[in-house]
């Protein structure tokens, strides 16, 4: 269970259930903060200097690189100015975790991710080749 937390994306940093209804709504209308992410990484920089990133679609899917290259994917909620995400591959425990993404290059922001690790969260312009999406 240690493990499985791990892979669940620092971004999410609040934890909070999905709601039954947007489960089957269309993709979230993005606010510019998150429209932002779009093409782009984010990437959550831990203490030891490893780095998991996250690639968000449009369709309110999303993929990424767990900080030991583990491919993660899932799908992605708005709550207010929060992006939610919920984690479907590897399947992991049936929460969202959610967190205020970063839109400025320049300076991210700090947060903390769902264990209570804190965290540096950057917005990094263009995504690898290999990045899905």
């Given at each position: 269970m240690h493990r499985t937390l791990h892979l669940i994306p620092a971004l999410a940093l609040a934890v909070s259930a999905l709601a039954g209804p947007s489960l089957g709504a269309s993709a979230p209308e993005p606010s510019a903060?998150?429209?932002?992410?779009?093409?782009?990484?984010?990437?959550?920089?831990?203490?030891?200097?490893?780095?998991?990133?996250?690639?968000?679609q449009p369709d309110g899917t999303w993929t990424g690189l767990s900080r030991r290259g583990i491919p993660l994917a899932g799908k992605w909620t708005l709550k207010?100015?929060?992006?939610?995400?919920?984690?479907?591959?590897?399947?992991?425990?049936?929460?969202?975790?959610?967190?205020?993404?970063?839109?400025d290059p320049e300076t991210g922001i700090d947060a903390k991710d769902l264990t209570g690790t804190?965290?540096?969260?950057?917005?990094?312009?263009?995504?690898?080749?290999?990045?899905?999406?």
């Open positions: 903060r998150v429209a932002a992410a779009f093409g782009n990484t984010v990437m959550s920089i831990y203490p030891d200097g490893r780095s998991q990133k996250i690639w968000l207010g100015d929060k992006v939610c995400l919920r984690q479907s591959k590897p399947p992991t425990l049936p929460i969202s975790f959610c967190q205020v993404f970063p839109s804190p965290i540096h969260l950057k917005l990094v312009k263009g995504r690898p080749p290999t990045a899905q999406g």
